[in-house]
């Protein structure tokens, strides 16, 4: 069986190192008991080198929440994978919505920073989703297909292997910048299972069988503890991206642990 990924993503949530490394040691010491989940928390970029010097000794790990596709020079208000890996990080963020879709971020630019964090030897953790409008109008296979095709190109079956895929609806996303206007609400299992069975058959048709049953494929859009048992259940899904709930340990270790007990009877993870 896939490993649970479970990753917080704190955005521009916490704001100083001394609140970023209170929490992290706090979440990292509630799951000292988990032995079965892989677990990582992508800080503030400010505080990425405090936190994993914090949290050396701990099961958890830290990720970026973005990077450049280049790796030095005159970019301003940029970060480079050499500066990530400096920090210390085991994974990069790439392609979240709120880059994508406040910022314009492409799927071609998306597509070079995957490929210069491979060459690096970093995680990425992919995020793909469609918006409300495109799900209204019949585009959600077409959306999460091109961003997938998009942004994986000249990505080799080996390297598949160092990416996990986020799905993340942009209108489950707690975010009303990014839904301006509407309901905000997380998928429910059949969306989620349905999406996550297209994105794992788009894999095995373009990567072959192996790599299909391989590849992680999370799930990201106002997860929590109330929800989190019957998204984590459906066969596809191999974790979680999780904003809000991750930044106290109070609401993010429980869904943790909720992994840890659906993976327990498990004899062999990956
Ligand atoms: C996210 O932004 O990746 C996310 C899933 O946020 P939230 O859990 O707050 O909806």
Redesign the pocket.
């Known amino acids: 069986m896939r490993r649970f990924l479970i990753g917080g993503?704190w955005?521009m949530q916490v704001l100083t190192v001394d609140d970023a490394e209170k929490k992290a040691q706090t979440i990292a010491s509630t799951i000292e008991n988990i032995k079965r989940v892989e677990v990582f928390i992508a800080p503030p970029f400010n505080s990425l080198f405090n936190v994993k010097q914090i949290i050396a000794k701990t099961k958890l790990r830290i990720a970026g929440q973005n990077m450049h596709y280049i790796e030095q020079g005159a970019f301003t208000g940029q970060i480079s994978v050499l500066s990530l890996l400096d920090a210390g990080c085991n994974y990069v963020?790439l392609g979240?919505?709120?880059p994508r879709r406040i910022f314009g971020e492409s799927n071609q630019t998306i597509n070079l920073k995957v490929l210069k964090a491979l060459q690096h030897g970093l995680k990425v953790v992919l995020?793909i989703g469609e918006t409300a409008k495109e799900r209204e109008e019949g585009l959600t296979r077409e959306i999460n297909s091109s961003q997938l095709s998009e942004c994986l190109f000249g990505v080799s079956d080996e390297e598949l292997k160092k990416i996990i895929i986020?799905y993340?609806p942009v209108w489950?996303?707690?975010?009303p910048y990014l839904n301006p206007g509407i309901e905000?609400k997380?998928a429910t299992p059949t969306q989620a299972a349905s999406a996550h069975k297209m994105i794992r058959d788009w894999i095995r048709k373009e990567f072959g069988n192996p790599i299909g049953e391989w590849i992680r494929i999370i799930y990201?859009?106002?997860?929590?503890q109330s929800n989190a048992r019957e998204l984590l259940e459906i066969t596809d899904i191999d974790g979680?991206?999780?904003?809000?709930?991750?930044l106290t340990a109070e609401s993010f270790t429980p869904i943790i642990q909720i992994a840890e007990e659906l993976s327990k009877d498990i004899e062999e993870l990956r």
């Open positions: 993503n955005k963020i979240h919505s709120e995020c986020a993340e489950a996303i707690n975010n905000i997380p990201g859009g106002s997860m929590s979680g991206l999780i904003g809000g709930a991750s």
